[in-house]
């Protein structure tokens, strides 16, 4: 009766242990996730599903709210950018991402490759809104400083990418700069700097 007893109190003991076990492992991850994020990271991730979905200006009432808990959240400027270009409000998006650009160009450390991504995809979005309002010769400098910052971001999207997304290759940085220098080799009359049907599919970045 009594190693019956023991085996039983062995057995509850090594079901709490392992139950233990996971409930200490699971306070430890959210402890690990809770450190590793900075205020305002929950409403930008939460933007971005909005962002993905089309839900533009709900997209950008939390990325608002990511900026209120952490000003210039890199991700909520980004991200708050490029609903505002999906909604067509070319000034805004434009003044947001100068403020990006110059708030990265005084901050910005350089063994930070998150934040080199993110301004090299603030000068690819700002030269896809100076694209489209036909300041061609500003949108060929911001795509220029984007491939000198990370070549890797502004040669485009990868091939799985290309495989999961896209119908038909989309533009990049790198390839709208070569485009547009070459037209600007032409005699102004034989330029031609505008092609709508590839400049509609031009990707925006979202670092």
């Given at each position: 009766m009594s190693r019956y007893f023991s085996q039983r109190v062995q057995k509850r003991f090594v079901i709490l242990m392992f139950l233990l076990t996971i409930v200490m492992f699971s306070i430890w991850v959210g402890v690990s996730w809770y450190q590793g994020s900075t205020p305002g990271d929950f409403e930008v991730r939460q933007g971005d599903i909005k962002l993905s979905d089309g839900a533009y200006e709900e997209a950008i009432e939390l990325f608002e709210r990511a900026l209120a808990a952490q000003p210039d959240h890199r991700g909520a400027l980004h991200g708050k950018a490029a609903a505002l270009i999906r909604l067509e409000r070319y000034d805004d998006a434009e003044a947001l991402l100068s403020y990006l650009i110059d708030f990265l160009n005084r901050t910005l450390?350089?063994?930070?490759?998150?934040?080199?991504?993110?301004?090299?995809?603030?000068?690819?979005?700002?030269?896809?809104?100076?694209?489209?309002?036909?300041?061609?010769?500003?949108?060929?400098?911001?795509?220029?400083?984007?491939?000198?910052?990370?070549?890797?971001?502004?040669?485009?999207?990868?091939?799985?990418?290309?495989?999961?997304?896209?119908?038909?290759?989309?533009?990049?940085?790198?390839?709208?700069?070569?485009?547009?220098?070459?037209?600007?080799?032409?005699?102004?009359?034989?330029?031609?700097?505008?092609?709508?049907?590839?400049?509609?599919?031009?990707?925006?970045?979202?670092?």
């Open positions: 450390e350089d063994d930070d490759p998150t934040g080199i991504g993110a301004l090299s995809a603030a000068y690819t979005n700002r030269g896809i809104i100076r694209d489209r309002r036909g300041r061609h010769r500003e949108a060929y400098e911001d795509y220029v400083k984007a491939v000198e910052i990370d070549y890797d971001l502004a040669d485009g999207p990868s091939w799985i990418e290309h495989l999961l997304y896209y119908e038909h290759e989309p533009s990049s940085a790198l390839k709208r700069a070569q485009y547009l220098y070459k037209q600007f080799q032409l005699p102004e009359a034989e330029r031609l700097l505008t092609l709508p049907e590839q400049d509609d599919v031009q990707r925006m970045y979202k670092p």
